[in-house]
């Protein structure tokens, strides 16, 4: 199995300009879920979704961030527009309800907006 | 919503010693307790979990104890070994899915 994968694996952009982060679930697995990673706050959950439907997006700083999963095996994260306080490591994970709550993470995108 | 703290956020031990590390949460409904072990340039990996209906698990060298009552759960690992140096991540749930995860400890073993 491959395990989760993200793309890019690094991003430099300017403030202002549209990010777009991508992740492959494991297949088989109905969760994803959207972490961000920074010093102060450490893992915060983003979103999370089960059979391809967003259940809890209270994580989401704001209006200018949107995710979407459009099929089981494919999920985006979109910072419009982006702003240098959302520079951070941002990682997909999955899992299985089937099978229990074991989260498995993606290597994750490192993200730097100057 | 669940909060859990973690500590210390750094430790350091001597190759061989035992390493401890401390979590509480608040959320008395919380049944789910996995710790993770993040390397450096990885995402965050699985090491060890513990349900409520148990106090203690082990597994090889790595042990996680549960007091309900207290609402604490602690991490141990003994023989510790250069390559467990990382960052370790508790965790709390209450049950598939939605996970709260502390603030990570820093842990390095000093050969």
């Known amino acids: 199995d491959a395990g989760v994968i993200q793309s890019p694996r690094h991003e430099v952009t300017e403030m202002g300009q549209e990010v777009t982060l991508r992740c492959k679930p494991i297949?088989?697995?109905?969760?994803l879920f959207w972490y961000r990673q920074t010093m102060m706050r450490g893992l915060e959950l983003l979103i999370y979704f089960n059979n391809n439907v967003p259940i809890d997006d209270s994580g989401m700083p704001e209006d200018r961030f949107s995710a979407k999963m459009p099929n089981a095996s494919f999920s985006t994260l979109k910072i419009q527009p982006s702003e240098p306080r959302d520079s951070a490591v941002y990682f997909c994970a999955s899992s299985s309800g089937l099978k229990g709550e074991t989260q498995y993470f993606g290597p994750g995108t490192r993200l730097l907006v100057l | 919503g669940e909060n859990v703290e973690q500590h210390p956020s750094t430790l350091s031990v001597q190759e061989g010693d035992s390493a401890v590390i401390k979590c509480t949460y608040s959320?008395?409904?919380?049944?789910?307790f996995p710790w993770y072990k993040q390397e450096l340039g990885k995402g965050p990996q699985l090491i060890i979990d513990?349900?409520?209906?148990?106090g203690e698990k082990k597994d090889q060298r790595i042990a996680v104890t549960l007091n309900k009552t207290a609402k604490h759960f602690s991490l141990h690992i003994t023989e510790t070994q250069p390559e467990d140096s990382a960052v370790y991540f508790c965790a709390a749930s209450k049950g598939y899915q939605k996970v709260t995860f502390g603030i990570g400890t820093k842990l390095q073993v000093i050969p």
């Open positions: 513990i349900r409520s209906n148990v």
């Open positions: 959320d008395s409904a919380s049944n789910y």
């Open positions: 297949s088989g697995h109905n969760s």
